[in-house]
T-cell receptor
Framework: EAQVTQNPRYLITVTGKKLTVTCSQNMNHEYMSWYRQDPGLGLRQIYYSMNVEVTDKGDVPEGYKVSRKEKRNFPLILESPSPNQTSLYFC????????????????FGAGSRLTVL | AQSVTQLGSHVSVSEGALVLLRCNYSSSVPPYLFWYVQYPNQGLQLLLKYTSAATLVKGINGFEAEFKKSETSFHLTKPSAHMSDAAEYFCAVSGYGNNRLAFGKGNQVVVIP
């Protein structure tokens, strides 16, 4: 089954304790992205990657890191989590749009709910 | 840069009544427009997508949206609401050759029996 898998789905942690949220897709997609969802703010893009070893900041990158060493994986790293990073996180992937095609349809993971105390 | 505006964070609709969710976009290039739906405790899934072909786009579950360039709008409608339509709906925009999507703040739809 074509899917984006995120882990963990739920996590409670404390301020300053490094954590990684993993994301893996099995569709051979070039484009991957992380979003955070907060009430009243919709989805905001944290980082995105156009292909292996190519990553770029989204709209709210502060406090986060990513890497793209393999095409299928795009982990989100919080080096020193703070309470304002308590949120619902989504990983998504798609084929890379080219020419006039614009963005392709994103496939989303089920989400990772993170609480930082 | 592209952006979308969705007004009214919570929308209540009676079962069997028209569902209308408004989306206005801003884009300096020809836009590609999307509506996504998020059911409780799930990720987002695509409802429909506008890619500069037909201006009236039909999606899943009886939803459709009409692209109006003169009004910079892409409103989502469904003639008759069903209880299963209770969800959060997001409008999103990308530009020509641009993979990034900008999402609106979402509309939480409540269906009243």
């Amino acid at each position: 089954e074509a899917q984006v898998t995120q882990n963990p789905r739920y996590l409670i942690t404390v301020t300053g304790k490094k954590l990684t949220v993993t994301c893996s897709q099995n569709m051979n997609h070039e484009y991957m992205s992380w979003y955070r969802q907060d009430p009243g703010l919709g989805l905001r893009q944290i980082y995105y990657s156009m292909n292996v070893e190519v990553t770029d900041k989204g709209d709210v990158p502060e406090g986060y890191k990513v890497s793209r060493k393999e095409k299928r994986n795009f982990p989100l790293i919080l080096e020193s989590p703070s309470p304002n990073q308590t949120s619902l996180y989504f990983c998504a992937s798609s084929l890379r749009g080219t020419g006039s095609s614009g963005a392709n349809v994103l496939t989303f993971g089920a989400g990772s709910r993170l609480t930082v105390l | 840069a592209q952006s979308v505006t969705q007004l009214g964070s919570h929308v209540s609709v009676s079962e069997g009544a028209l569902v209308l969710l408004r989306c206005n976009y801003s884009s300096s290039v020809p836009p590609y427009l999307f509506w996504y739906v998020q059911y409780p405790n799930q990720g987002l899934q695509l409802l429909l997508k506008y890619t500069s072909a037909a201006t009236l786009v039909k999606g899943i579950n009886g939803f459709e949206a009409e692209f109006k360039k003169s009004e910079t709008s892409f409103h989502l409608t469904k003639p008759s609401a069903h209880m299963s339509d209770a969800a959060e709906y997001f409008c999103a925009v990308s530009g020509y050759g641009n993979n990034r999507l900008a999402f609106g703040k979402g509309n939480q739809v409540v269906v009243i029996p």
